[in-house]
């Protein structure tokens, strides 16, 4: 999925939910996200979404 298709799918949601995401078998809200410039010819720039580590 590319940051282009998230923003659209986002887009459709109510803007009140969270964003959760799967971690060690359960769920964590989104707390931050990385950007990763493309390493090398042929590869893509990356945005890692990063869990909540608190909960």
């Known amino acids: 999925m590319t ?4 923003l ?6 109510p803007p009140e939910a969270v964003v959760l995401m ?3 078998g359960g769920l964590s ?3 931050a ?3 990763v410039e493309a390493q090398g010819a042929g590869a893509p ?4 979404l990063l869990p909540n580590m608190d909960e």
């Open 3 to 6: 940051v282009a298709q998230l």
């Open 8 to 13: 659209e799918a986002l887009g459709k949601m």
């Open 22 to 24: 799967e971690s060690g």
């Open 29 to 31: 809200l989104v707390s």
């Open 33 to 35: 996200l990385d950007f």
């Open 45 to 48: 720039a990356e945005v890692i």
